[in-house]
């Protein structure tokens, strides 16, 4: 059975602390993704990596960075935590692009 | 890049068929359209993929007119357990990939 875990469920940090959401896949993906959701605005694209140690910025990419240094992993990265980041962060992954993603979880985050 | 609408929620009874229409004027020849199904607690799981026309699998149907300026998504029979939010996505692979996701629509199955 395909997976996508994420390190943590729930998250609370406080603003100016920064923060590491863990994304691992067991499905040898090429392309894996961050998206956050939040109400009414459903998912948005932060950053993606469609190899190791390469990314490309998706729609939101301020105030996130991202880490690729092994295929099966994806971090997301907040540098300096700000309350306006508490959201839901989905990590996906998929095998080509244009191909059906598979979600984990989520990271619901709480930035004080 | 074709920005996608949904409506926010819909209501149908168990036994019923489904149709959730997502509207993506602006969609360019490349750009395919994707549906996702999402229960509280979870990521999104994906539904049906299409380009034109029509497509089925054991889940769902998706049909896209000629003009491509909408999409829908239809499900069968629906049951309890159909009762969650669904997304559509319309994505680009050009020089530049983009995705952009519908705000959801959520669908209560009563019974």
């Known amino acids: 059975d395909v997976k996508v875990t994420q390190s943590s469920r729930y998250l609370v940090k406080r603003t100016g602390e920064k923060v590491f959401l863990e994304c691992v896949q067991d499905?040898?993906?090429?392309?894996m993704f961050w998206y956050r959701q939040d109400p009414g605005l459903g998912l948005r694209l932060i950053y993606f990596?469609?190899?190791?140690?390469?990314?490309e910025k998706g729609d939101i990419p301020e105030g996130y960075s991202v880490s690729r240094e092994k295929k099966e992993r994806f971090s997301l990265i907040l540098e300096s935590a700000s309350t306006n980041q508490t959201s839901m962060y989905l990590c996906?992954?998929?095998?080509?692009?244009?191909?059906?993603?598979?979600f984990g979880p989520g990271t619901r985050l709480t930035v004080l | 890049l074709a920005k996608t609408t949904q409506p926010i929620s819909m209501d149908s009874y168990e036994g019923q068929e489904v149709n959730i229409t997502c509207s993506h004027n602006n969609i360019a020849t490349n750009d395919y359209i994707t549906w996702y199904q999402q229960f509280p607690s979870q990521g999104p799981r994906f539904i049906i993929q299409g380009y034109k026309t029509k497509v089925t699998n054991e889940v769902a149907s998706l049909f896209i007119p000629a003009d491509r300026k909408s999409s829908t998504l239809s499900l069968p029979r629906v049951s309890l357990s159909d009762t969650a939010v669904y997304y559509c996505l319309v994505a680009r692979m050009d020089s530049s990939y983009k995705l952009i996701f519908g705000s959801g629509t959520r669908l209560l199955v009563r019974p």
């Open positions: 996906a992954s998929s095998l080509g692009l244009d191909g059906e993603q598979f």
């Open positions: 499905m040898d993906h090429e392309n």
């Open positions: 990596s469609y190899d190791v140690k390469m990314k």
